[in-house]
């Protein structure tokens, strides 16, 4: 998961633009990126209908309200990527920021827009590969780039999923 790749700029952005081909071909279709949805962002990202293994899960999440794009990013090796559509979570701003607090401790301003951004990001990201591991024995590794799609490994942990996670800042 990484947030920076909203920006499309920075260099966790450069790092796994730059080593997705060797990622590809090391892991194949087991490699799958996450980010949130920006305007550009298909310039970069040719979306595609998304296989089976993931209609299950991102039906749950379309039933909730909650939109994810499905596709190829257009670099070496062109792995998969999901966009999260942040806009479609809004509805959750609050409810998930009273959660986050109750469950880490952790708070912050209703109006900061970047970490509510991550926020949503990390709670859309926790949901998607929650209902994606209750449908298929796959193990799942997480690897969490920077503090901005930190939550999302926060809240596996919190949350108990039976996955792994990296968290990587530089």
Known sequence: ASYEYFYLVGGIYTVIRTKSAVTVSEFGEKYIL?????????????????????????RSLKEKGLNVVYGRWLVSGHPRILLFDLG??????????????????????????E??????????????????????????????????SGIAGILIRKHDRKMATIFTTH
């Open 34 to 58: 996450c980010a949130p949805i920006k305007e550009n962002s298909f310039t970069e990202v040719e979306p595609e209908i998304e296989p089976d293994i993931f209609a299950s899960p991102l």
């Open 88 to 113: 479609s979570a809004h509805k959750f701003l609050d409810t998930w920021r009273w959660e986050f607090s109750k469950i880490t401790g952790i708070s912050f301003h209703k109006d900061d827009f």
């Open 115 to 148: 970490l509510n951004g991550c926020l949503l990001f990390g709670y859309m990201v926790e949901l998607f590969l929650y209902e994606f591991s209750k449908s298929h024995e796959h193990q799942i590794l997480v690897h969490c780039h920077e503090w901005l």
